[in-house]
């Protein structure tokens, strides 16, 4: 059985292209189309198995966009549990400004799902044996999921020697944070709207989460700060590890995912927080050497980890 699982409930299709500059209602001629097996959880288990990791893809699939991440999937030899359901899996758009470099991301909703489609995965996840040393439910919910399906998750997995790690934001994250769990990734925007607070400047950052770890909220807070790299907060100590200098020429799709899937693995292996956060921003920058949601690949971050700098632990108050 598996080591570690990530859960995906709001799959996607990821569309990507360029073109030479965007504007309104003219025909944007666009170059050739690349397509990938996306959504936050199905990202994280797509780096983790280039990491070597033991790990399954646990996904909900539907419809035709479904059939072809579940053959991208199998083409990248990812292990995976896909769940049917009765709706269409979601497109995503992203097409690169080839002139500016810019990025744009179009993201659909996805499809709604049943009452009994996401309680069959729920009573399924919480009767899964033998239970993997890690869960990491990654990305948004699909219409018709309650917001605190993530806490129910947690709170039905504890207990059973498993780190529960969740990715997500607005209220499914608030309820995250209020059942309790292992580990939890927040962008800067994100830690803002649950603190409630400004947070502009990196000691604000480091306390901030803090502050979730000392409540109980989180054991380990990963803060991803794009271009300003990311923090990692533990009750052994809070470390900002500045981002490497890698222009995001082909944008910046994945990234955090990449972040997250590299610094469990390096955590799962024993890693102490501070060389796990090296990992993770390698990988992080390794995902923009790539177009689309190539992703991060495992050479690239071997080579990056050698050029991230030791973590700067900060002192912070209970």
Not at 202 to 208: E, N, P, Y
Not at 280 to 291: E, W
Request: charged letters at 15%; proline letters at 7%; one cysteine or more.
């Amino acid at each position: 059985m598996s080591a570690l699982i990530t859960l995906t409930l709001n799959p996607a299709l990821d569309l990507a292209t360029t073109t030479d500059h965007i504007a309104p209602t003219h025909k944007l001629r666009c170059g050739p189309v690349q397509r990938f097996a996306g959504g936050g959880g199905i990202n994280v288990a797509r780096v983790l198995h280039r990491l070597g990791a033991d790990v399954l893809a646990w996904a909900l699939m539907g419809g035709a966009a479904g059939a072809q991440v579940q053959q991208l999937l199998a083409h990248e030899g990812v292990p995976t549990r896909l769940q049917g359901i009765a709706g269409d899996t979601r497109e995503n758009f992203s097409v690169v400004e080839t002139s500016t470099g810019q990025e744009f991301r179009f993201v659909l909703p996805g499809p709604t799902l049943l009452a009994n489609e996401w309680q069959a995965c729920l009573d399924a996840l919480t009767a899964y044996t033998p239970p993997p040393r890690w869960l990491i439910a990654s990305g948004s919910l699909p219409p018709g999921t309650p917001d605190n399906f993530y806490a129910q998750l947690a709170q039905a997995l504890r207990g059973r020697n498993m780190r529960v790690a969740i990715d997500t934001s607005g209220p499914p994250l608030a309820a995250a944070l209020q059942a309790g769990v292992a580990l939890v990734k927040p962008s800067l925007r994100e830690l803002r709207d649950v603190m409630q607070q400004p947070l502009e400047h990196a000691a604000d950052w480091c306390a901030a989460a803090q502050s979730l770890v000392h409540s109980g909220a989180a054991e380990t807070v990963a803060l991803s700060l794009g271009e300003q790299g990311a923090v990692l907060a533990t009750r052994e100590g809070v470390w900002q590890s500045p981002a490497l200098n890698v222009p995001a020429t082909t944008g910046t799709t994945g990234a955090g995912d990449c972040f997250l899937a590299a610094l469990v693995w390096a955590l799962d292996r024993g890693d102490a927080p501070a060389e796990a956060l090296r990992w993770g921003v390698a990988a992080g920058a390794a995902a923009l050497l790539h177009p689309g949601t190539t992703l991060a690949q495992a050479d690239d971050v071997q080579r990056l980890v050698h050029g991230v700098p030791e973590p700067v632990a900060f002192t912070t108050q209970p």
